[in-house]
């Protein structure tokens, strides 16, 4: 490290330092800048625990502002943290790695420069949502679609594709999507990746490619410049779609029903967007912990879960999808998956005709609201009929539409099991001072090592009094993420600590058996590149011959 004369690493930026810079800002620029401290006190807010403040928050409105603000922080030597949004909760939020940090915030750049409806993508800016992005596209360009997350619906496409997001569709690995970058350097300068923009190269948002050394890579989970636009590849609007859930019967047949899901993915039945989830996410989505136990019991006790369960007719393990192509297609792979997974489960597909219906028979069990022994009847019929609860019925439309790349609320929500707040109609953690720690290992996707990280994580979850929570997330045909979040009470301090030791045990644990994560928070940064020394060494370079005054996001990549 020494050897590369690179910055050491810095506990804070000196806030008198920063003072100084805003106020070049202030007269220098018309750019916003925030320092106030109650604001900066909101800024520095993060599910995760510890989250730094940042020195102050500055708003670019163009990507000119960007090259100011990074030629200014060269001036005066302050470290920048670039956010796109800030949604990225259970990974930081929009707070800096190192305290006082100052993030440049891109989220009032929010233009859709471009939408090409023959080939299928936009050209957008970082502070584009994935709400923004469906709405245009629906208003003007219908026959197309945009992959997204079940996150933030207010999350930035961009932000999220570079920290290699995953998604719903087919389109789900959003970083294999992005093509065509124009990044603002460290140093100042602007940069656009391949061959540059159509009129210097026509291929700029078609061919990932481009010619000579692939650089795009260097910009997604690093700190080696800002991106201000950048293209992503769209959906083609399918003639025919459904959603499909299964519930698996046995807990034993947890591997060979991830085998299968290989299978079905290697052989294109399935798209790669497929989610696995355990009983535990199920149930944040559906409901929260019951009031008597908010703030009581840091896990659920297993006759607790048992009898939710129950309730709510929640499997330890079910997953889903969304299928697409021709009538002809969705047909086929309808028939393909009842085949493959025949005495596994329950097997329910939801088309919009199929939505429709549960949406006129849920509006009728509201207005039955004063017949209680009526709606008490007409729901043991439902329950009968489907297997289903009643009370899953808000649940389905918003499986069926995310499917769709349609960004919703709904999941979101799920965050504030453990909150004493009931769910808001829109979520923000970070606002509501919700604790939460996503932990994101991933694996070959074999039943065998699903299993064994499960084996390995389950008892630590346990053995720290936390609910499992575990989704199991196609990141391609060949590897599965193991996601798993750890929820805590942000006011009890006790169980804060016990959330860090978890997350320290499980990083650890998984790391000697082999398994990195695919993506980690400010929280996860410093150990990352421990296995992988030769690797770390090589970014430390990259990284000294781009930014060598370590103005960028420091705390990013490896120290
Ligand atoms: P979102 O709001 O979509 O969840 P964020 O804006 O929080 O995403 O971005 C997540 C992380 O990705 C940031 O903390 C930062 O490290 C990185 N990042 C986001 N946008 C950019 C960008 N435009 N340029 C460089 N890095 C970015």
């Known amino acids: 490290m020494d050897e590369l004369n690179l910055q050491p690493p ?78 990225n909760w259970g ?53 197309l679609w945009c992959d997204c997350s079940d996150g933030p619906p207010d999350g930035s496409v961009l932000g999220n594709a570079l920290e290699r ?5 087919s389109y789900n690995d959003h970083f294999g999507t992005l093509c065509g970058l124009e990044v603002v350097l460290a140093d100042g300068s602007m940069v656009r990746t391949g061959g540059g923009e159509p009129g210097r190269c026509h291929t700029w948002n078609t061919h990932k490619w481009g010619l000579g050394p692939y650089l795009e890579g260097l910009f997604s989970q690093s700190n080696f ?34 085998d299968i899901i ?13 989610h696995v ?43 889903g999808g969304g299928i697409m192509g021709t009538s002809g297609q969705v047909r086929a792979i309808r028939s393909e998956l009842r085949r493959s997974l025949r005495g596994l489960g329950r097997l329910t597909f939801i088309t919009d005709g199929r939505v429709r219906v549960l949406e006129g028979f849920r509006a009728l069990m509201d207005k039955l609201v004063g017949q209680p022994a009526l709606q008490g009847a007409l729901g043991s019929i439902f329950r009968a009929l489907s297997g289903k ?44 001072d919700v604790g939460g720690i996503w932990f994101a290992p991933i694996v070959p996707c074999t039943g065998q090592h699903v299993t064994a990280l499960i084996a390995l994580c389950r008892p630590l979850f346990e053995r720290y009094q936390f609910d ?50 695919y993506r980690t928070g400010t929280q996860g940064m410093a150990k990352l590149f421990k296995s992988a020394p030769e690797f770390a060494r090589l970014v430390r370079q990259l990284k000294h011959a781009l930014d060598p005054a370590g103005i960028l996001a420091p705390g990013k990549t490896p120290p």
């Not at 106030?36 to 928050?57: F, H, N």
């Not at 993915?265 to 967007?273: E, N, R, Y």
């Not at 019951?290 to 929640?314: H, W």
């Not at 499917?403 to 965050?415: I, L």
């Open 389 to 432: 609860s009643v009370e899953l019925l808000p649940l389905i439309p918003h499986v069926h539409s995310v499917m769709k790349g349609q960004p919703s609320d709904y999941f979101v929500r799920h965050a504030y099991f453990k909150s004493p707040l009931p769910k808001p109609e829109f979520a923000h953690p970070d606002r509501d």
């Open 91 to 143: 990974y930081g939020s929009a707070a800096p790695a190192v305290e006082n940090t100052v993030v440049l915030h891109l989220e009032r750049m929010n233009r859709i420069l471009e939408v090409n409806e023959d080939l299928a993508y936009a050209v957008v800016e970082p502070g584009v949502t994935y709400r923004q992005l469906k709405a245009h596209l629906d208003r003007h360009h219908p026959t």
């Open 165 to 169: 997001g995953l998604g719903v569709t």
């Open 10 to 87: 810095i506990e804070a930026v000196d806030v008198t330092r920063v003072r100084v810079m805003v106020d070049a800002i202030r007269a220098r620029t018309t750019i916003e800048v925030v320092d106030e401290p109650a604001a900066l006190d909101l800024a520095g807010r993060a599910t995760v625990p510890d989250p730094k403040r940042p020195g102050a928050v500055i708003f670019a409105a163009g990507v000119e502002d960007v090259v100011t603000v990074m030629n200014l922080a060269n001036e005066f030597q302050i470290p920048i943290w670039p956010v796109s949004k800030g949604r």
């Open 225 to 258: 410049g800002v991106v201000t636009k950048a293209g992503v590849w769209l959906l083609r609007r399918p003639e025919a779609f459904a959603s499909f859930t299964f519930d698996l019967a046995r807990d034993a047949d947890l591997s060979r029903m991830i």
């Open 262 to 274: 290989r299978e079905l993915t290697l052989k294109g039945v399935l798209a790669s967007g497929t």
């Open 277 to 319: 989830v355990n009983d535990i996410v199920a149930l944040a989505v559906v409901t929260q912990y019951p009031r008597e136990l908010v703030g009581r019991c840091s896990r659920l006790p297993d006759a607790t879960r048992g009898e939710m369960c129950r309730r709510f007719t929640i499997p330890n393990w079910a997953f």
């Open 468 to 517: 499992f929570y575990a989704a199991l997330l196609m990141q391609n045909s060949r590897s599965m993420i193991v996601l798993m979040s750890i929820f805590y009470d942000k006011s009890d301090a006790s169980e804060t600590a016990q959330a860090k030791a978890l997350y320290e045990t499980l990083s650890e644990q998984t790391g000697l058996a082999g398994y990195q994560v």
